[in-house]
């Protein structure tokens, strides 16, 4: 399934988005890319053998990559945008008008990578995602590193310091050549100045303490932006308290951006395996452990 860019309008803001649908679907998978990219993160160009999307709607699962709030159709109105539930009512604004009454299976399935963890989080927390069965989380942390915050708190709108960049994509031959040269590339948003800066240390906990769907956070084994220690590592999952399960999957031979590098097939099965669980869980399923590490 080829996916198809869409763009709908949630209260006079127009919301875009790629799009693949599969009759009678499983679940729905909504997918929320990081800074400065798009929703093309998920469908990596030039290598469909890589492409979350793609891989849903072969597993019978309809998904959205959404343009985040600011980002791709909604870009000449991201200073509406600074306020959290404003953003998040306009996902589920973007998800709700581009499924219209097509049937959504189980439920939403949450997929999210670096900052566009902060608004799944905020999702999965809401009111408005009384469907939502399952929650991923890659490229984020509690913690920055040091040298990844020096660069992150010196990066505005129009420039980025040298060494985010080579941060962000390192090593180099994780990954298919195209993606290094700039193919996922977007202009990023003001307001996730702020986000970035610090989201993680006033909001991750509370957010995290309040999600009650299954979670699985994944991590890169050569993850350079965020703290990703075995005691780091713990510390995440300990906070999703009440979670009925968090499970950590831990990507060899990966680096930060798990979507779009040469393992991204792989991860991709293992957050659809994942969705599976969460599927059977929403049907009547029965959770063997709380807490697990694969």
Not at 45 to 70: F, K, M, N, Y
Not at 157 to 175: C, H, I, K, M, N
Not at 182 to 199: D, K, N
Request: one cysteine or more.
């Amino acid at each position: 399934m080829i996916p198809t860019p869409r763009v709908v309008m949630v209260d006079g803001i127009p919301m875009s988005a790629l799009v693949a649908e599969v009759a009678d679907p499983r679940a729905v998978v909504v997918a929320i890319h990081g800074g400065a990219t798009s929703s093309a993160y998920f469908d990596c160009p030039g290598h469909p053998e890589l492409s979350l999307l793609r891989a849903a709607t072969a597993a019978g699962v309809t998904a959205i990559a959404l343009d985040r709030p600011g980002y791709g159709a909604s870009a000449l109105w991201a200073d509406e945008m600074t306020e959290p539930d404003r953003r998040v009512a306009l996902s589920y604004g973007a998800v709700d008008r581009t499924l219209g009454e097509t049937q959504r299976g189980a439920g939403l399935f949450l997929v999210a990578h670096s900052a566009g963890c902060e608004l799944a989080l905020r999702m999965a927390v809401d009111d408005r995602g009384g469907d939502v069965i399952g929650l991923e989380l890659a490229g984020t942390g509690l913690r920055y590193r040091p040298e990844a915050l020096a660069l992150i708190e010196a990066a505005t709108v129009t420039s980025r310091p040298a060494g985010l960049r080579d941060l962000l994509w390192q090593p180099t031959e994780f990954y298919p050549p195209e993606v290094l040269t700039g193919a996922l590339s977007a202009p990023g948003v003001a307001y996730e100045g702020r986000v970035t800066a610090g989201w993680t240390r006033r909001d991750f906990s509370e957010l995290a303490a309040r999600v009650s769907v299954p979670v699985e956070f994944s991590v890169a084994d050569h993850e350079a932006v965020w703290e990703s220690s075995a005691d780091a590592v713990a510390a995440i999952a300990s906070g999703f308290s009440n979670a009925p399960t968090v499970a950590v999957n831990e990507m060899a031979d990966s680096g930060h951006n798990l979507s779009v590098g040469r393992t991204a097939g792989g991860y991709h099965q293992r957050v659809l395996t994942f969705l599976d669980g969460c599927v059977a869980a929403k049907r009547g399923g029965r959770v063997e452990s709380k807490v697990e590490a694969e």
